[in-house]
Structures are given as C-alpha cells and as structure tokens.
C-alpha cells in the first residue's frame, strides 16, 4: 500500500521560494500510473489543490498559483516535489502530497508551512 | 474552472439527529463527487466516492445522493465521533480539482 510523507523547512521568509518534497513509499512510483500532487488548506480556512504531476511527467497547475508553481519528479529517488516561489503571508497553511488513482485522493499527513520573517 | 459551493456552512446538532450537508458544482459533472471528513490536525478521510458509492470500511450512517449539480450527504444518526469538517470535492475534471469550502458540524 502506497504511502506518503511531506519534508521540508516549516518557516520560509517573504519572497523566498518554499520547497517541499513527497517520499513515496510501499512501492515504485513508476509502478503506479497515478497523479501525484500537492494540496493546501490555511489555518481554519478550505482545501485548494496546487497541482499535479502525471507519471510519465505532465504537470497541470492551479490557475491561480500556475505563475509560481513547479511541481517535479524524481522517480529513482521515489519522491516529487513542491517549489513555491515569491511567497507571502497568504501562503501559510498546511501542505499535504496526494496521489489520485482513479477515484479518490490518498493524502499524507500534511506538514505546516509559515511564512513569516 | 468548476466551483464548488455548500450549505450550511456550519451547523450544531445532538447525538442522534439525522444531518444533511448540500453541495452544489457550478456546471454538471454527472457522479463524479466524493466527500471528505476532516478532524483537526488529520488530513481528510474518503467516506463517499462517485456521488453514492461508500468507502469501504466507513459507517453506513453515513450516505450519498445526487448527480449532475446538485449532491447531498446525509448522516442517519449523529455519532459523536462525527462531529467535525466536511468537504465535496469533484473529480470530473481531472486533475484539475476543486473542492467545496467545507461544513463544520459540532454540537448542539
């Protein structure tokens, strides 16, 4: 069974670029044909998805974030990853890596992000 | 890109009441709905796939109805384990996904 788990600094400064990584573990994500992507929710506040990347290496990105958005894979490491750029306040919340396998989302436990100087 | 709405917002109920949670997309995307519950601190739990089709494993208290635009969740009897956020998310456009932005149901 596949699962998920989030890394990475959990205080980024105001104009600097926030960078998570997925480790996928229980099996090989190029065993997998699945959309692996990046969900957040700000402190008390709803789900927005951020965007995915397909195995075979397509991404598709939120609108709204596309301009500051890189999602990426790095299948023999087995973990993709989240770069963010120019972030502000706004971009506090909580993080969680997903992967779509045909008709639910299986999340990671989520880790929070805080943008603060 | 495809809205999601809900109502209410928030709504306190007891243990026992029967509870109904709407969500609305803004073009029709036949079944292609699940719903979420979220507590605290956890990422979301998978009750309801494809707008009626229950997860495996979760309470049958818990169901779903709906297609086209407009869905509904229903919860039979209150449980006290169930009060916390819930979330439609609709998956017809893929992976373009949105999500509804959440009911809170606490206690009465």
């Known amino acids: 069974q596949l699962q998920l788990q989030e890394s990475g600094p959990g205080l980024v400064k105001p104009s600097e670029t926030l960078s998570l990584t997925c480790t996928v573990s229980g099996d090989s994500m190029t065993n997998n044909n699945y959309y692996w992507g990046w969900i957040r929710q700000p402190p008390g506040k709803g789900l927005e998805w951020i965007g995915s990347?397909?195995?075979?290496?397509?991404?598709y990105y939120n609108p709204s974030l596309k301009s500051r958005v890189t999602i990426s894979v790095d299948t023999s490491k087995n973990q993709f990853s989240l770069e963010l750029t120019s972030v502000t306040a706004a971009d506090t919340a909580v993080y969680f890596c997903d992967f779509w396998s045909g008709f639910h989302i299986t999340w990671g436990q989520g880790t929070l992000v805080t943008v603060s100087s | 890109d495809i809205q999601m709405t809900q109502s209410p917002s928030s709504l306190s109920a007891s243990v026992g009441d029967r509870v109904t949670i709407t969500c609305r997309a803004s073009q029709s995307i036949s079944h292609y709905l699940n719903w979420y519950q979220q507590k605290p601190g956890n990422a979301p739990k998978l009750l309801i796939h494809?707008?009626?089709r229950l997860q495996s494993g979760v309470s049958s208290r818990f169901s779903g109805s709906g297609s086209g635009t407009d869905f509904t969740l229903t919860i039979s009897s209150l449980q006290p384990e169930d009060f916390a956020t819930y979330f439609c998310h609709q998956t017809y456009s893929t992976p373009f996904f949105t999500f509804g932005p959440g009911t809170k149901v606490d206690i009465k």
């Open positions: 494809g707008a009626s």
């Open positions: 990347v397909y195995t075979g290496g397509s991404t």
